[in-house]
Structure formats: C-alpha cells, structure tokens
C-alpha cells in the first residue's frame, strides 16, 4: 500500500493536495518550484462550498472580501460608462467574493504542515523518469529522488503536463493583464461589486478584495487580440476607477482546448491546471480545484487504492471540467465579440442579462 506520496509545485492546487493527503497520514514530498502567486482570485459559492470542507472557514473570513452584486456595463467610445445589468448575489445559496491567492496559499500550506509528514523542497523538478513501476525525479539542484505515486500540480506548463500529455501541438496562448491597486478611490468605487467591463479592444474585471491586510482593488484586462495593451483613458471619472499609472503584469493563459488527453501516466497523476487548463473566462480554474479536492478527500475517507482514487476522479470530474472549459470559452467569445455580434450581445444583456446571467453560472455554482 502506497503511504508516501510526491507534489510537484507549490500554488493552490498543490497546497490543496497536501492537506487531503496529510490528513489521511501520506508522508508529502513538495517541491514547490517558484512562487507566482499575484494579485487575487474570485471564489464563487461552489468554490466556498468546497472550502468550507477542505479547512476551517473561521480562517477564511478575515481575509475574504464579499461581493453582493454583479455589473456589467459598456465602456463607449467617449469613455463614459454604460450600463447593461446587475446581477444581485445576496440572496444566493453560499458567498462570493474575493481572496489573495497568496493568502489562500498560506492557509492551505498551514493547514497541511500542522502535520509532521511534510518535507519541502524549494527546488523544481526539472525531470521525470519512468521505468516500469520505479520513478525517479530529477530536482533543479541535480538530486534524483524515488517516488511510488506523484500528483502534478505544477500548472498548464509544468513537467508534469509534458511527461503525461506529451508534447502538445497546434497550442495557441492568449495574453491577458493583471493590476492590483491599493488606493481608495478605485476601492470606494467597486466596493461589494465586482464589475465586467467591456471595451472595443477587451474587457475588465475588476473587483474589490484584500491585499496583505489592505482594502485594494484587483484588476484583470483581457484583450481581443494578443498584442493589444491595455488602453489609457482621458475621462476623469473613468479615471478613478481605472487609474493610467496601474504597473500590469501580463500573463498567458492556454487557448486551445479541444485535445482530448489523459491526467494519468505511469503513476503521475496531474490535478489542477496541469490536468484540466481552463480559460479564465469564468473564473472557475481555482473553484474548480477546490472541488476538485473536495472529491479526493471524501474518496480518501473510504479507501487508499490510488489505482481507484485516480479512475474514480476520471469519472467523476471529467465531464463537468470539460463542460466548464466550453462554456468559459464561450463566454470569452462572447465578450470579445465586435460590430453586429457585440450589439447584438450588449442587447441581450441589457433586455435578459439576469436570467442569462442565472441560467449559465448557477449550475456552475450549485454543484
Ligand atoms: C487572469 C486569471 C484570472 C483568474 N481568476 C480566477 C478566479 O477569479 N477564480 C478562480 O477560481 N480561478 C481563477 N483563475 C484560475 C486560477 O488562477 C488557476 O486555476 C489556478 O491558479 C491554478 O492553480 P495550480 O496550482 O493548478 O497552477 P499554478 O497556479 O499555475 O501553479 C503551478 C505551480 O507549480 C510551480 N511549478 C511549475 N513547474 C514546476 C516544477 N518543475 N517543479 C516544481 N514546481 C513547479 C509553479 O512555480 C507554480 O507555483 C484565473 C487565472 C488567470 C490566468
């Protein structure tokens, strides 16, 4: 029986792993690479669901900035803002809202080193080596380590993907900007509201949240075509919400999606990103990956056959991981859509958006 498992990387789906894996008292080996965990990620009332299994939401609290309704409006072309619907959260059946992907990290990484069976390594895994039943791992400080069963949490672009899936082809990437602000105007105006946002050249989302026990505001801007920037503006009210001087990180995220693989090879198992990369249209990838682990952790509650652990998620998982990748490809299309199909699209949403609105994402969110 397999007691001593490997993690590969060191962000959210990997932390999350651990703490399932931890609690059933595997001994963890993470390696957990370099650290890229910016700015802030929307939790959905499916993902505080499953968070509210996984650990003590009593730590969750103060750093979760609540949402209680949803805007979308138009940026015209005289920057003034239009405004196309509102979508109220309130009386949903769970939260929504906004936590620091570095402090939802820290919550997991301590959670899952209460137990005294954890070992980190703070170096990459540069390569893995399958033969037969035996797997050796290859850190980036030329150490080879054995392993029985490793989980590849090491995102879309990790090791872990490339020895399962193989070298990927015809793989598109789709660039897309991240801000985070500290100052009070923009907090003052997106306060309780996370806003869609959409421009000729891409659309915004911006929401507020808590940055290292600041108030802040968390931007994303996803352009329609790769090499656009995010635009400046002129219009002084715009301004406020928007400020010229926010320092954007970009970011690729993977594009095409349509290849059918496998999360399983050889005893490496991927989970999170590395297993199903999602568009982040929808603001599902982390949500997920709690749900994700939600599952892991109920099956490990009953039995430690990893062989059936892994067919058992296959089955369970896969279906609505590759419906929430369509969807959220969708609605990027959507969003981007100019001319006719952008009218046509504003019009919808401002004669129908909150049913639209609750016939595509609460079936998402009352999993
Ligand atoms: C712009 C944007 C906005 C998003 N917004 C949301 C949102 O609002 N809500 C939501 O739920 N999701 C959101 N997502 C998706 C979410 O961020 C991802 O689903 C989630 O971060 C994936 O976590 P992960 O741990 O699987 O992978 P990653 O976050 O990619 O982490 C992989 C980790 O592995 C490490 N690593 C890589 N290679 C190695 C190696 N060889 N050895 C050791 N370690 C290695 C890396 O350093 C990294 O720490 C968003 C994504 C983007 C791009």
């Known amino acids: 029986m397999i007691k001593n498992i490997t993690i590969i990387g060191g962000s959210v789906a990997a932390w999350l792993a651990a703490v399932v894996f931890t609690k059933k008292k595997y001994h963890v080996n993470i390696f957990e690479g370099d650290s890229n965990s910016f700015g802030s990620q929307q ?93 050796e791992l290859l850190d980036s400080e030329g150490r080879l380590f054995e392993s029985d069963f490793i989980i590849g949490a090491d995102g879309v672009n990790g090791i872990s993907r490339k020895f399962v899936v193989g070298s990927k082809k015809n793989t598109g990437f789709k660039k897309i900007f991240r801000a985070v602000s500290l100052d009070n105007n923009p907090y003052q105006l997106t306060k309780r509201m996370l806003q869609i946002l959409i421009h000729s050249e891409g659309y915004y989302v911006i929401y507020p949240t808590i940055i290292k026990k600041k108030k802040a505001t968390n931007y994303i801007f996803v352009p329609n075509k790769n090499n656009t920037t995010p635009p400046k503006f002129l219009n002084s009210t715009l301004l406020y919400l928007i400020p010229n001087e926010l320092h954007w990180i970009s970011t690729h995220v993977q594009k095409n999606l349509k290849e059918k693989t496998s999360i399983y090879k050889q005893g490496t198992f991927l989970f999170g990103d590395a297993a199903f990369p999602t568009l982040p249209h929808l603001a599902q990838g982390g949500n997920q990956i709690l749900e994700d682990a939600v599952f892991l952790k109920k099956f490990l509650e009953h039995s430690d056959n990893l062989d059936e652990l892994v067919n058992s998620f296959i089955r369970a998982r896969y279906l609505k991981r590759d419906l929430i990748s369509k969807k959220s490809e969708l609605i990027g299309k959507l969003l981007s859509s100019k001319n006719l199909t952008g009218h046509i699209r504003n019009f919808a949403i401002q004669s129908n958006g909150k049913d639209l609105i609750d016939n595509f994402l609460n079936p998402i969110w009352t999993s």
């Open 43 to 135: 939790i959905s009332p499916n993902g505080w669901l499953a968070l509210n299994q996984i650990c003590n939401i009593e730590h969750v609290e103060p750093i979760f900035e609540p949402f209680n309704t949803i805007h979308i409006k138009k940026i015209n072309s005289e920057q003034t803002l239009e405004f196309l619907t509102n979508y109220d959260l309130i009386n949903k059946v769970s939260n929504y809202g906004s936590i620091s992907r570095e402090d939802i990290i820290e919550i997991f990484k301590t959670q899952a080193l209460k137990s005294k069976r954890v070992k980190i390594y703070s170096s990459k895994i540069d390569h893995i080596v399958a033969n037969g039943l035996n797997k």
